[in-house]
């Protein structure tokens, strides 16, 4: 790592100052939107006030032949439309691709002052932020981009996994890391087709007497990495993402994935379907009740400090913590979601 005093100095001359703090904003959903197909990115400017993240994809599931379509299409979105207080963010296609170079140059010359944040897959170790954050300052100083676009990480290889500490540490430049399932199972050498979610066989059986049925218990195939990846991002004050659930018929097992994201730390989840965004928009805003909760937990120790009973439970000082997250984002949300706001009693 770099010397304290190097690390938020500028990577190029004339480059933007690097951010010593993340924006603060609401970032439920990431909407996926293959910018190629004009029939989808025609609803774009309605879809920017539904969701809290436009992301343009230009790498998997836009198919080779489509690739410079994509990003043209994306970049004529980008210039198109008022993202107002949405973010922009595009996924380029991964640093070994030969289509990688110009989406980043291209991206950063024609839109770098709308583009919030670049999504970069396949990440390895830091040598991979490293070359972009550097290939990032150089463009920015050369088209006298206003502000820092910032890097967000798929962790999606096993090796990814194994450095995603140092991933996340590896710039000022990181906004976060999503779990990226399908690739990284596929790294792993896991042993299923889906994308995200759960998988029948991973389970546990319960005891029982000889003769007498066991229970089976499906466990989490994505716990441990949520887990490490939550750890990571938290420790490097970036944020966390529950990455693509594939099933778009499985409603249920969406939410309860995404919920599960959430419970963890995860700020959010990628959405790519319309039925998704509802989904998401429903697990990432704070439940009612426990907003309720959390605001009595604040008022009965207003210094955050001591101890209180409130309904028989013992309250102190890190249960205020918690209660301060919780109302932290209901605050947030509110300042988006009017009807939220009502619910929330703010
Ligand atoms: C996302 O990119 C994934 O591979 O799951
Ligand atoms: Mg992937």
Redesign the pocket.
Known sequence: MKPPRQFYQPLAIGAPTPLRELPVKLERMIHFVPPHVEKVTAKVPEMARQVDVVLGNLE?AIPSDAKVAARNGFIAMAKAVDFGATGLWTRINALNSPWVLDDITECVSAIGNKLDVIML?KVEGVWDIHYLDQLLAQLEAAHSIKRPILIHA?L?TAQGVNNVEAIAQASPRMHGISL?????AASRGMKTTR??GGHPDYAVLSDAAPGATRQKFQQDLWHYTTAKMVDACAAAGIKAFY??FGDFSDQDGCESQFRNAFLLGCAGAWSLHPSQIVIAKRVFSPDPGEVTQAQKILAAMPDGSGAAMIDGKMQDDATWKQAKVVVDLARLVASKDPDMATRYGL
Request: hydrophobic letters at 30%; a negative charge; zero cysteines.
């Open positions: 998997d897959p798929i999606e990226g399932p399908a690739d990284l994308v995200g990455g693509p």
